[in-house]
């Protein structure tokens, strides 16, 4: 009876460490969020309030359907950093807990959360079963303007209201009124 040959043992471990590393990028893939099906797109921008050198969201009234997926997008033009308050510079409430965040440099990371020095503004929704939180860096000195995507679930209908929770000496930007706090629908 003859022997059977034997590959050398470095292809042998070549082999496997390829089977390995294909397995484990299938793996990796596999486990990456893709974004889901969206019903509903909602663009929200923080820019200049007229008449005034303080910045504001561009509208105070945010209505989206229920029981649905909503991707937001929040262009904020505001280089302030304001930080959040106490315990709200996590991002919450979003699907998967997760946003996608460009500071103006082109580069997009996916975060769930930052360090209060990186936070200009906050979207940030409480009540009936939410508690939505959205981290917004603030845009470049003299540059384009940050940009913040995320993915909101909805259920059934509430009548709500969105605020930045920024932080605004000590208490919540939004607690000041007009521009940054308004509304939040759910249909």
Do not use: K
């Not at 921008?45 to 997008?73: E, K, M, N, Q």
Request: charged letters at 10%; hydrophobic letters at 40%.
């Amino acid at each position: 009876m003859l022997a059977r040959a034997r590959p050398p043992t470095h292809v042998a471990l070549a082999a496997v460490l390829v089977t390995v590393g294909v397995l484990a990028s299938v793996g990796v893939y596999l486990l990456l969020p893709s974004a889901p099906a969206v019903s509903s797109n909602v663009t929200l921008s923080i820019v200049r309030a007229p008449g005034s050198s303080a910045y504001g969201f561009s509208t105070a009234t945010v209505t989206v359907p229920g029981d649905t997926l909503v991707h937001f997008t929040i262009v904020n033009y505001d280089p302030t950093v304001h930080g959040a308050l106490a315990g709200r510079n996590g991002t919450m409430g979003t699907w998967m807990g997760r946003e996608m965040m460009d500071p103006g440099s082109g580069s997009w990371s996916n975060v769930s959360g930052l360090p209060n020095g990186e936070i200009s503004h906050t979207f940030t929704v409480t009540g009936d079963g939410y508690d939505l939180n959205v981290l917004i860096p603030p845009a470049a000195a003299s540059g384009p303007p940050s940009i913040v995507q995320f993915w909101l679930p909805t259920h059934g209908t509430a009548d709500l209201t969105w605020a930045c929770d920024a932080d605004n000496m000590g208490g919540m930007m939004g607690g000041g009124g007009a521009w940054m706090t308004g509304s939040f629908d759910i249909d």
